[in-house]
């Protein structure tokens, strides 16, 4: 298995690269923020309450994040790796994964992080709050809030994956195809 984390801020890319990355590599698609968002479409009891936190921008409960991927692990017995989008971003969810992951003897094998500006983020995610309907997207004061969780709580993720020598930083501005290709640079080199 070849398990991937894509990270960064809150408008990195992450979502926008995923999409590329599981084409190309053949990996399953792991998103918190999407498997949250179909809660609140479901109007599940896990996605009103995720749906209370997202709309101020603040991180949903640790539990409530694990327990949803570890089904989603648990779903894809046959799969060639997981990519990871937004997953973990607390060192408890970390760790919690890095535990999920033992029992398949199956270990994260890099974890790609994009470095975006804040100015950038912030045009990005009022741009695309002008489409795409998420409550998250459309007032400025909710992401940054969102920006602010990210350097609170976020950022030591990095911090936990670094003790192992497996992260990259990825310049995350400019060209969409561009990013892609330093993110598969950087894949290819581990794979
Ligand atoms: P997510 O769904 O993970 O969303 P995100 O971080 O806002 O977006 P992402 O980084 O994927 O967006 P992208 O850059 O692709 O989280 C939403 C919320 O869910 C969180 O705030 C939190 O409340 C909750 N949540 C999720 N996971 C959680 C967890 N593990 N624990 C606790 N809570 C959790 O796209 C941004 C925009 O930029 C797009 O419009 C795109 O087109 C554009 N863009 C992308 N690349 C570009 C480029 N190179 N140039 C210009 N524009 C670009």
New binding site residues.
């Given amino acids: 298995m070849f398990n991937l984390i894509l990270f960064?801020?809150?408008?990195?890319?992450?979502?926008?690269?995923s999409e590329k990355l599981i084409l190309k590599y053949g990996l399953k698609h792991l998103?918190?923020?999407?498997l949250?968002?179909s809660e609140i479409a479901q109007q599940s009891v896990l996605g009103m309450e995720?749906k209370k936190?997202?709309d101020q921008?603040?991180?949903?409960p640790?539990e409530v994040?694990v327990g949803m991927i570890s089904s989603a692990i648990d779903q894809n017995q046959s799969v060639r790796g997981f990519l990871f989008?937004?997953?973990?971003?607390?060192a408890a969810?970390a760790q919690s994964l890095d535990e999920l992951l033992k029992k398949k003897q199956a270990p994260i094998n890099v974890m790609l992080a994009l470095n975006v500006s804040e100015e950038e983020l912030i045009k990005?995610?009022m741009?695309?709050g002008e489409t795409?309907g998420r409550s998250?997207d459309t007032n400025e004061a909710v992401i940054r809030a969102?920006i602010l969780?990210y350097h609170k709580k976020t950022t030591a993720v990095a911090d936990y994956y670094n003790q192992f020598d497996k992260v990259v930083l990825i310049e995350?501005?400019?060209?969409?195809d561009t990013?892609f290709e330093k993110l598969c640079a950087a894949i290819d080199a581990r794979i």
């Fill in positions: 960064g801020p809150p408008g990195s890319g992450k979502g926008t690269q998103s918190t923020g999407d949250l968002r995720a936190y997202m921008g603040q991180l949903v640790d994040v989008d937004g997953f973990p971003r607390t969810q990005r995610l741009k695309r795409s998250d969102r969780e995350g501005e400019g060209g969409i990013i």
